[in-house]
């Protein structure tokens, strides 16, 4: 425990249907700890450290409620009775614990320790506790087969927006901007100061929280962690990228479940983020492009479907893309669709 009396770290997760890989990334939380052990307030213990986690389930269908009061009853679970996106659930949870720092991490992640070392989470705090500016620490994130993934960015240009998830990025994906963008011209191994981390695994000191807030609920899903590590970066708090800690991220189990939706989601938060931080000009632009984009792609799909290739694929394609072109990425509309 903490000299204030609160836990060290809060640990929290957002989860929508996605039941077993929940379980398996709180089982992973509990191997780190001293023996599996669990006190009886809930919290857990990493060396002198304290740990209480909390799960904000997003009306899930699948029975991840009773999952967690059966096998992990130590964990503090908040039913949100609907489905609230990564922002809103977040918050929810960050409003209500209390550790010095918060660790926001995906369902769809499992947090390791090295071969007789340290555990991932000790090595995140450890960076943090080491310079009092420092707000923010990601991790190395690797996929299940250990191959690495991309988790430390800088902010991204409008070029880049522009590509970015589109068939140009598919043609051309080593191209300058994504280069650039994901950090490939520097090296992964060395701990380093990034714009911002990618929202899977992060470790955030509480106290920049309550300098420049929580998340903008504004955004339901996407580029969140990317608004707050901005507002964080123009207070002047560092953003750190640690290698040596390494967690395990699936990527995509839970918005992977409603693709046209995540689409919708992805593009409309991140005309969002333009708005908000390069100006209206930029923001118009890339909503012109993207929508275009679309409009494209309905055109390409109805040819194919013309020549009687895979028509029902087709079919599905081009609905999602009217739907998208329809929705003039309102972020507004954006949360209405999502279950």
């Given at each position: 425990?903490?000299?204030?009396?609160?836990?060290?770290?809060?640990?929290?997760?957002?989860?929508?249907?996605?039941?077993?890989?929940?379980?398996?990334?709180?089982?992973?939380?509990?191997?780190?700890?001293?023996?599996?052990?669990?006190?009886?307030?809930?919290?857990?213990?990493?060396?002198?450290?304290?740990?209480?986690?909390?799960?904000?389930?997003?009306?899930?269908?699948?029975?991840?409620?009773?999952?967690?009061?059966?096998?992990?009853?130590?964990?503090?679970?908040?039913?949100?009775?609907?489905?609230?996106?990564?922002?809103?659930?977040?918050?929810?949870?960050?409003?209500?614990?209390?550790?010095?720092?918060?660790?926001?991490?995906?369902?769809?992640?499992?947090?390791?320790?090295?071969?007789?070392?340290?555990?991932?989470?000790?090595?995140?705090?450890?960076?943090?506790?080491?310079?009092?500016?420092?707000?923010?620490?990601?991790?190395?994130?690797?996929?299940?087969?250990?191959?690495?993934?991309?988790?430390?960015?800088?902010?991204?240009?409008?070029?880049?927006?522009?590509?970015?998830?589109?068939?140009?990025?598919?043609?051309?994906?080593?191209?300058?901007?994504?280069?650039?963008?994901?950090?490939?011209?520097?090296?992964?191994?060395?701990?380093?100061?990034?714009?911002?981390?990618?929202g899977a695994c992060m470790l955030v000191q509480r106290e920049a929280l309550d300098e420049v807030g929580?998340?903008?609920?504004?955004?339901?899903?996407?580029?969140?962690?990317?608004?707050?590590?901005?507002?964080?970066?123009?207070?002047?708090?560092?953003?750190?990228?640690?290698?040596?800690?390494?967690?395990?991220?699936?990527?995509?189990?839970?918005?992977?479940?409603?693709?046209?939706?995540?689409?919708?989601?992805?593009?409309?938060?991140?005309?969002?983020?333009?708005?908000?931080?390069?100006?209206?000009?930029?923001?118009?632009?890339?909503?012109?492009?993207?929508?275009?984009?679309?409009?494209?792609?309905?055109?390409?799909?109805?040819?194919?479907?013309?020549?009687?290739?895979?028509?029902?694929?087709?079919?599905?394609?081009?609905?999602?893309?009217?739907?998208?072109?329809?929705?003039?990425?309102?972020?507004?509309?954006?949360?209405?669709?999502?279950?």
């Amino acid at each position: 425990m903490s000299a204030e009396g609160r836990p060290d770290v809060s640990v929290i997760i957002v989860s929508w249907n996605v039941r077993e890989l929940l379980g398996q990334c709180l089982d992973s939380l509990l191997a780190l700890c001293d023996g599996g052990d669990v006190a009886p307030d809930g919290l857990l213990s990493l060396g002198q450290r304290t740990v209480d986690v909390w799960v904000v389930d997003n009306a899930s269908r699948d029975g991840t409620l009773t999952m967690l009061a059966e096998r992990f009853p130590w964990v503090q679970a908040i039913d949100a009775e609907r489905n609230l996106g990564f922002t809103r659930g977040n918050n929810l949870a960050l409003r209500r614990c209390s550790g010095r720092y918060v660790l926001l991490l995906n369902p769809d992640t499992i947090v390791t320790r090295s071969p007789g070392g340290p555990d991932a989470i000790s090595l995140l705090i450890d960076l943090a506790d080491s310079a009092p500016d420092i707000a923010v620490v990601g991790p190395r994130l690797v996929y299940g087969d250990g191959s690495p993934q991309s988790s430390r960015r800088r902010f991204p240009s409008l070029m880049m927006a522009l590509m970015e998830s589109t068939p140009l990025e598919r043609l051309f994906p080593r191209n300058r901007w994504a280069r650039r963008y994901r950090m490939q011209d520097a090296p992964d191994d060395v701990t380093q100061d990034v714009d911002w981390v990618t929202g899977a695994c992060m470790l955030v000191q509480r106290e920049a929280l309550d300098e420049v807030g929580v998340f903008d609920e504004g955004y339901f899903m996407y580029s969140e962690e990317l608004d707050l590590c901005r507002r964080l970066r123009a207070a002047g708090w560092r953003i750190v990228y640690e290698p040596r800690a390494t967690v395990v991220h699936y990527e995509g189990q839970s918005s992977g479940q409603v693709l046209a939706r995540r689409q919708l989601l992805f593009d409309s938060s991140k005309v969002r983020y333009f708005e908000q931080h390069e100006g209206p000009t930029k923001a118009r632009l890339l909503r012109t492009s993207l929508l275009a984009g679309y409009a494209a792609e309905i055109i390409i799909e109805g040819f194919k479907w013309l020549l009687g290739h895979k028509r029902a694929l087709r079919r599905e394609r081009m609905r999602a893309y009217r739907a998208l072109l329809c929705s003039g990425l309102d972020p507004h509309q954006a949360r209405e669709v999502t279950p």
